[in-house]
């Protein structure tokens, strides 16, 4: 089992920038791939970034030159720097954590900017 604990979320101006953090707990195994995920009011959860254990990224073209994803294999924590924040990246963010078939989710944070 394993739990992860979202952080960083609020509320933002338009231009403004914030940093999600994630934190990975219980039976982590090495290889792994944590991202995060969003969710806008009445559409379906997107991939926004995520990250291999070895370092590979993958961005949403929707993001990409914007947010920055990271990870710190000892502290299983992932880190999301968000920039040039716009009203389209309001929505609800849950970290995820996937091994081969196995997933879990965090709880999720809350992300709003204002224009």
């Known amino acids: 089992q394993v739990h992860l604990v979202e952080s960083g979320g609020g509320l933002v101006q338009a231009g403004g920038s914030l940093r999600l953090s994630c934190a990975a707990s219980?039976?982590?195994?090495?290889?792994?791939?944590m991202g995060w995920y969003r969710q806008a009011p009445e559409k379906q959860r997107e991939l926004v970034a995520a990250?291999?254990?070895?370092?590979?990224?993958n961005y949403a073209d929707s993001v990409k030159g914007r947010f920055t994803i990271s990870r710190d294999n000892a502290k299983n924590t992932i880190l999301l720097q968000m920039n040039s924040l716009n009203s389209e990246d309001t929505g609800v963010y849950y970290c995820?954590?996937?091994?081969?078939?196995?997933?879990?989710w965090g709880q999720g944070t809350q992300v709003t900017v204002s224009s």
């Open positions: 990250i291999t254990s070895d370092g590979r990224t």
């Open positions: 219980g039976i982590i195994f090495k290889i792994n791939t």
């Open positions: 995820n954590f996937k091994r081969i078939v196995t997933e879990y």
